[in-house]
């Protein structure tokens, strides 16, 4: 009788740390997404200034091209 209840305990534990896990995981992805999205880890600034770092002089065409294959990693 002792053994089940210990194990009934056991289990509600395990099975609320699981529960708060998932919770947790989708809190906070839905953080991180709208920060993103507030404040892009890159912008067009930073395009310019990496492909004239590599000796390129970039045209807004390839500036918009880039940024838009970023925004699809991000969303």
Partial sequence: MEWTALL??????LGGLV????????VARKIMKKEMKKN????????????????????????NQMMKT???YMD
């Fill in 8 to 13: 009934f305990d056991i289990l509600k534990i």
């Fill in 70 to 72: 970023m925004s699809k």
């Fill in 40 to 63: 892009p880890p890159i912008n067009e600034q930073m395009i310019k200034s990496m492909m004239t770092g590599m000796g390129r002089t970039p045209s807004q065409k390839q500036v």
């Fill in 19 to 26: 529960v708060g896990l998932i919770i947790g995981f989708f």
